[in-house]
């Protein structure tokens, strides 16, 4: 008798898809409020020159050139939820460069302005204003968000064992940068500054690289590249193209 087999690829499919939408949930809890009130737009951003040193603290230093293309105007709030009430992140500087920063939380917006991450210890947010093309069918999570098209997908997460995914997100992350919320991590010699809608808000420069737990950020002028250290799985994010790792 024939006894059809059983397909099981399409299930494990489902549960990594399923684990990206779980993932997302505490990384949108700490973002969540940032949509919660917005002021008009303004100026174009004025970056500040940084004194050297090094610093466990929020500070002022300088945020490096352009990359893949400016920005939309934003929202302004304070993120306070899900677990982000607590101190205020503080960063150390390694020896091989990168910045080790202790929290529960930490944003910062790239120095375009078009991309802005949130990070917890293994789970990682960014969410880009403007690309040029669709993200691809297979790494858009429609759990998380109803709806979501490869077209208005405009997030990408990585972490809590799943699989990089973008999701849609009703909200701006970049107002959550500022350095009185999951910027305060920035300090002299520790990453930029650069003042946006009336705030002073964290850069991490070119060629700096971000850490929080066990996951990892990477400016470049190509992108931001963000990776679970775990499993070595990530993203680079950019306004021409995206990729997956």
Known sequence: MFRAQRRSRPRVRHRARLR?????APLLAISLL?????????EE?????????????????????????GDGAGDTAAPEAGGATGEP???????????LVEGDHASFLMPSQNVACVLRPDQVLCQIDGKEYDARDRDITPEAFEGCTPSSADAMSVGGGADPAWACLPYDLRPGTDVTQGGAWSGPGLGATLEREGATVAVLPYGSTLRLGNVSCLSDNLGVTCTDLTTGHGFQLARERYTTH
């Open 20 to 24: 990206a939408a779980l993932s997302l």
């Open 34 to 42: 940032a949509g919660c009130s917005s002021t008009p737009d303004a």
């Open 89 to 99: 992140p503080s960063a150390q500087l390694q020896p091989d460069g990168t910045i």
């Open 45 to 69: 951003p004025v970056v500040h020159d940084a004194p050297t040193g090094s610093s466990t603290d929020g500070g002022s230093a300088a945020a490096e050139g352009q990359d893949g293309g």
